[in-house]
């Protein structure tokens, strides 16, 4: 067994470790992301469909849990719209809906990205893994063939 066998180890044990953390990073990233996606998908969607509700129709409004309020629509050609850090902006209906669908389509590009590059870890991370499985076995055979 050489010592270059075990620093050679070590470092890979320590890869592998770095590998593990990003992994496991990217995977809560990649669900704030599927979160982000689903939320403007139904936005989308809701905007859509109120697209051909009547002005004063009643609504049923979900409030969480299961839970909806009765509601009367208003005017909604004038729209409030979340851009970001608690800042909102009136925008028409148009607007609003293009506004949702270019971030649908950013959100869905990081997705995208988000997933290249958990691929690319876990096929390094894979090559690691057996790089250090060869090298423990080597350093083991060392040990019991200096016996």
């Not at 992994?23 to 669900?31: A, C, I, K, T």
């Not at 925008?91 to 690319?120: F, P, T, Y």
Request: proline share 1%; hydrophobic share 40%.
């Amino acid at each position: 067994m050489s010592q270059e066998q075990e620093r050679q180890l070590r470092r890979l044990v320590t890869e592998i470790r770095v590998m593990e953390g990003t992994v496991q990073m990217l995977e809560q990233r990649l669900q704030l992301l599927n979160a982000t996606v689903a939320e403007l998908r139904l936005a989308q969607g809701s905007l859509g469909d109120l697209r051909d509700v009547e002005p004063e129709s009643n609504l049923l409004v979900p409030v969480g849990g299961g839970v909806f309020v009765n509601a009367r629509l208003g005017d909604i050609s004038k729209i409030v719209v979340g851009v970001g850090a608690g800042v909102s902006v009136e925008m028409g209906h148009e607007e609003a809906a293009g506004d949702i669908g270019e971030r649908l389509q950013e959100m869905e590009k990081a997705q995208e990205s988000v997933q290249e590059q958990l691929g690319q870890i876990y096929a390094q991370l894979e090559t690691h893994q057996g790089m250090a499985e060869r090298l423990s076995a080597e350093i083991q055979n060392a040990i019991q063939g200096a016996r």
